[in-house]
Structures are given as structure tokens and as C-alpha cells.
């Protein structure tokens, strides 16, 4: 080929290949936003726990602090009872997915008027939505079976709402739905003979039309503790609190030959029943609502720590074993614990302001046991739990507690000797803390070794301070943790890297091929 005619060919050559190569990389940047998109509308698919946070809660954490104790205890769900605009503000670009709601008193104004409606969407959704990654909109709480007077607004709303959300091209990101009693349907057990409240059809069959149509779960709160409080003697404890059933102590449904080792799944399957009832077979449940009360009057005995221990610790082992429902064991509904905090401000019966994991100041009332878990939750109590003096005990008191635990206890107290690591702060009270919690550790964490007469609480968070590591401790572990994860998201990084760097390489080795011909 002539020299003259090579080169007048080359620019030619370069401005269509430059041409074809911005678009392939533009393809590909498009293809990897894409796949992200899609892991993440994956990753939503997963059965997950989540967690109710109420509004009648004394001394509640700040937004922000109440954001990074959720990211703390590896809490991704929440669903609130209320639209907080600063809460949702601080929940941006925190990854944590929030269900916002509708209050009972607001359905009248929504539920009557569109424009209503489409400016709380504009308020409460488009104006945070995506940097808060709102899920899905609750509309109401219980209304057929609270302010039955509601219902004929409930639907209104609810379509309302969904036309808003089309409006500003946000009907596919958020669900809206509204969240029932399980009080509205009749005969759960055997689950396959259950069915909806006759009265509640003019409401319930459209709604599960709105609901199919549009994607949208079913939500209903469903609560053992009342099956077991309202049918005592003939519900086990036991298979309230997904305790390890002999087989002779299952429940069995007759007309199916199922199997029901707990009464939450039979829960669920009434559910669908009651659906198919009425000829919708797509919809999933989504139990907005099941918790355990820790504290009753003397009319809920089984109001106990121990049981609300139980129950939500097994309740999150049973959502992640991903084992479904007997009828349906595809599909493993997602839960929203009641509650997180405890609502101390609610009125009598004591159960009701009894419901919390926390109080509102983020102290744990109990501490679940869910190893085996992921790192879901970091109040486990099974490996990560300490002793520390309580606050506003006299030092004097704390001072015969820590010399007990020094002496006859056999705690070793040589780190809290002048010059040892764990001297300082120079006080009683935080001598005692450590003292207290080698003890703890010492025994292995048992029943009762935390106590000293009244003046020690366990905790979940890690004591230690500075070079002063408290026994128990997990900050190496954390440590380690962190690495592995870090390497994780690293060899992912990789990955994407080495993919880069490998359509690169092909790209050169292209133009090499496509270029040698003219040399």
C-alpha cells in the first residue's frame, strides 16, 4: 500500500473506530449499572427481619443517633408508624429500607381528596426518595378492625396514593399497601378451612385486586402470644415460641396432612388461604407486625423475659433458615419485629409498653440469642455480652461489691493495679466494672454472675477503652471481621477492575489486528 494513500486512510480509520469505541464503553458502563441495579432489586427479594419503631417512647435517641445504632446492630428494615421528616433525612444514603405510613387520621383527608394525596407524596416521599430508600407506604394501621367507620376510605386512599406514586414515576419502587388484624379472618386452624370476615368482602376483594394488580404484599400483624393468651390449654406454649416439637406435638391439619411446627406459619398459611378464598393466589404476606411482651400484670404470666427472649430469637432463626411455610415452602416471609424500642408512654395494661428489645436510650431490656445469624443484630447475647457497674449506685456500695469480687470472687484485679492498663479512669466505678465483668467472664457468662446485689447490668457494648481490653472482649475479633469484610468488597472491586482492565486489553488487542493490515 502507498505511504500517501495509508495515511489518508488512518484518520479516517481512528475517528470510526474512536466512534465505535465510545459506544461500546458506554454499553458497558450502562450493562454495570444495570447489574447493579438488578443485584440490589435481588438482594430486596430475600426473606429479611425488620423492626417497628413507635412514637410514645420516652428519652428517644436523636435521628442521627438512632441511624447509627441501627447501622450498629446491622439493622436494614424498619418501618415507621409516621412519616418523620427528620428521621427520614437521616436515613439518607444509609442504605436502610424504611416503610413509611399513613396514621388513621389522616386516611379521612387522603382518602377523600387526590390532590390530598398526591401532596403527601410529594412531601413525604419525592422529597427524599432515592437518597432514602423508601420501600413501601403502610396506609393505616388495623382500620377494619379499629376505626371500622374508616373503611370505606380505606381503598380511596390507597389508590390515591399508588396514582401519586405514577405521577412521579415511583409506582414500581414503592409498594403501598395497608397492614390487618389477623382478627379479620375466621377459623385459622386448621389453616386450609380459614377464610376472611364475611362483613369486610366490599372492602377486601378490591383491595386484593389493588394488591395483585400492582405487586403489592398483603400485610397482616400476626401475634402467637394472643393465640396462645386466647386459646390456653389447647395451644402449646411450645409451639407459640418455635420450640423443637416431637412429632407426636405437631400441629396437623387434616384436610392437608401438613405438618405445623409453629403457630406463626399456620398463621401465614391461613392467610393465603383466606386469599385463594376469594381467588387470588399472587400475592405474598408480609407480617408487618409479631413480637413477644417481656413484662404483664398479673393477667399475662407469660409475659416474661425469658419467652420474649425466646420467641424473637427464634422468630429471627426462623425467617433466615429460609424453610417457608408448610404450604408454601418456597417462599419465607419477611417480619417486622414489634418493636424496637419500648413505647413506655402507652397506656395500660403493662404488656403494652413491654413490647421493646430497647429502650428508647438504646439500653438493651433483654439481649436475643441469634448465632448463626450473620452479623444481624450485634445484641447477641451468646458471645458478646459484658458486666458493668450500673450508674447512680454510692461508691461505698460499689466499693464492698468490687472487694468481693476481687477477693472471695477470685475476679483477677491486676489490671486495675496502679501502673496496669485498666487503672485508669481512677475511680470505683470503673474499677468495679472491670472486676465485675472478669468475674462474669470467669463463669462463663451463667445466669445470676452478673448481679452483686443489685449494683451490676450486662450490656452489649464493649467496655474496653484504649489499651485497656475488658475480658469478653471481641475487638480483635471485630478487627479481623472488618478485614475479611473489607477483602471482600475488595475482591469485588477487583473482580470489576480485572473485568476493566481485561476489555481493555481486548480493545488493543483489536486495534493491533485492525491497524497491522495498514502497516
Not at 424473637?312 to 416471609?333: A, C, Q
Amino acid at each position: 500500500m502507498a505511504l500517501t494513500s495509508m495515511v489518508s486512510t488512518i484518520p479516517v480509520f481512528f475517528s470510526f473506530f474512536f466512534l465505535v469505541i465510545s459506544n461500546l464503553l458506554l454499553i458497558s458502563a450502562n450493562s454495570s449499572s444495570l447489574s447493579q441495579d438488578i443485584r440490589i432489586q435481588e438482594q430486596d427479594k430475600d426473606p429479611f427481619v425488620g423492626f417497628n419503631i413507635g412514637t410514645d417512647v420516652s428519652n428517644l435517641l436523636t435521628p442521627a443517633e438512632l441511624v447509627k445504632f441501627l447501622q450498629t446492630q446491622k439493622i436494614n428494615h424498619v418501618r415507621l408508624y409516621d412519616a418523620d421528616p427528620d428521621l427520614l433525612n437521616a436515613l439518607a444514603k444509609t442504605k436502610i429500607r424504611v416503610i413509611i405510613s399513613v396514621p388513621n387520621n389522616q386516611l379521612l383527608a387522603i382518602g377523600s381528596s387526590n390532590s390530598t394525596a398526591a401532596s403527601w407524596i410529594g412531601r413525604n416521599v419525592v422529597a427524599y426518595y432515592p437518597e432514602t430508600l423508601i420501600t413501601a407506604i403502610s396506609v393505616g394501621d388495623e382500620v377494619l378492625t379499629t376505626v371500622p367507620s374508616s373503611a370505606p376510605l380505606l381503598l380511596p386512599a390507597i389508590e390515591s396514593l399508588y396514582n401519586a406514586l405514577v405521577a412521579s414515576n415511583l409506582h414500581t419502587q414503592i409498594k403501598v399497601s395497608t397492614p390487618h388484624a389477623a382478627s379479620i379472618m375466621l377459623d385459622t386452624f386448621p389453616p386450609s378451612q380459614a377464610y376472611f370476615n364475611q362483613t369486610w368482602h366490599s372492602v377486601m376483594v378490591p383491595l386484593l385486586q389493588f394488591l395483585s394488580k400492582t405487586g403489592s404484599p398483603l400485610m397482616m400483624n400476626l401475634y402467637p402470644y394472643y393465640v396462645y393468651m386466647q386459646n390456653k390449654g389447647v395451644v402449646p406454649l411450645d409451639n407459640c415460641l418455635f420450640e423443637p416439637l416431637t412429632p407426636a406435638k405437631e400441629m396437623v391439619d387434616p384436610n392437608t396432612l401438613l405438618h405445623y411446627t409453629n403457630v406463626l406459619d399456620a398463621m401465614v398459611d391461613a392467610a393465603y388461604v383466606s386469599m385463594k378464598n376469594l381467588n387470588v393466589s399472587d400475592v405474598v404476606v408480609l407480617v408487618t407486625e409479631s413480637g413477644w411482651p417481656w413484662k404483664g400484670d398479673s393477667k399475662e404470666p407469660h409475659a416474661t423475659i425469658d419467652n420474649a427472649d425466646t420467641y424473637n430469637s427464634n422468630l429471627i432463626k426462623h425467617v433466615f433458615d429460609r424453610t417457608g411455610t408448610p404450604l408454601h415452602p418456597e417462599m419465607t416471609p419477611s417480619v417486622y419485629i414489634y418493636e424496637l424500642f419500648n413505647e413506655d408512654k402507652r397506656a395500660p395494661p403493662v404488656s403494652e409498653a413491654s413490647w421493646g428489645l430497647f429502650s428508647g436510650n438504646s439500653t438493651p431490656v433483654y439481649l436475643l440469642h441469634v448465632s448463626g445469624s450473620g452479623t444481624f443484630l450485634a445484641n447477641d447475647t451468646t458471645n458478646q455480652t459484658y458486666c458493668i457497674a450500673m450508674d447512680s449506685v454510692d461508691a461505698k456500695t460499689l466499693q464492698a461489691a468490687l472487694d468481693w469480687a476481687c477477693g472471695p470472687g477470685r475476679a483477677n484485679c491486676s489490671e486495675i493495679q496502679p501502673g496496669e492498663s485498666c487503672y485508669q479512669p481512677n475511680n470505683v466505678k470503673g474499677h468495679a466494672s472491670f472486676a465485675f465483668n472478669n468475674y462474669y467472664q470467669k463463669e462463663g457468662r451463667a445466669s445470676g454472675s452478673c448481679d452483686f446485689k443489685g449494683v451490676a447490668m450486662i450490656t452489649t457494648t464493649d467496655p474496653s477503652h484504649g489499651s485497656c481490653i475488658f475480658p469478653g472482649s471481641k475487638k480483635v475479633g471485630n478487627r479481623t471481621q472488618t478485614v475479611v469484610n473489607s477483602t471482600q468488597v475488595a475482591a469485588g472491586e477487583a473482580s470489576s477492575r480485572s473485568l476493566s482492565r481485561c476489555f481493555c486489553v481486548s480493545i488493543m488487542i483489536l486495534v493491533t489486528s485492525m491497524l497491522l493490515p495498514f502497516w
